[in-house]
């Protein structure tokens, strides 16, 4: 399973970025997507999650300004940002849950990775 993520870059305190994620290969199925981030010298943490249900979590700090959601694309996840601040800062990696469609069992696999800077 392949993940490409992408839309990262240099933005400005209070300014909007969106991530996406596509994922391909042998995919049966797809449990959850999610973000996560690693700002240097910090641990990776979970930003957002989204399940095949709809159902959402969030990091404390990015609620009301971050949105995750699954396009009509089956096995792909976006990640909506506004109001960013310099504390978003860091390395932004898309992963998934699933399983495959070759063996019947389960994965979990994370893209290469995307830059975003905030700027103040």
């Known amino acids: 399973v392949q993940l490409q993520a992408s839309g990262g870059g240099l933005v400005q305190a209070g300014g909007s970025l969106r991530l996406s994620c596509a994922a391909s290969?042998?995919?049966?199925?797809?449990?959850?997507m999610g973000w996560y981030r690693q700002a240097p010298g910090k641990k990776r943490e979970s930003v957002a999650r989204?399940?095949?249900?709809?159902?959402?979590n969030y990091l404390d700090s990015v609620k009301g300004r971050f949105t995750i959601s699954r396009p009509n694309a089956r096995n792909a996840v976006l990640l909506q940002m506004n109001d960013l601040n310099p504390e978003d800062t860091a390395v932004y990696y898309c992963?998934?849950?699933?399983?495959?469609?070759?063996?019947?069992?389960?994965?979990?696999?994370w893209g290469q990775g995307t830059l975003v800077t905030v700027s103040s």
């Open positions: 290969g042998s995919i049966f199925s797809i449990s959850a």
């Open positions: 989204i399940t095949s249900g709809g159902v959402t």
């Open positions: 992963n998934v849950d699933g399983v495959l469609v070759t063996t019947m069992t389960a994965f979990h696999s």
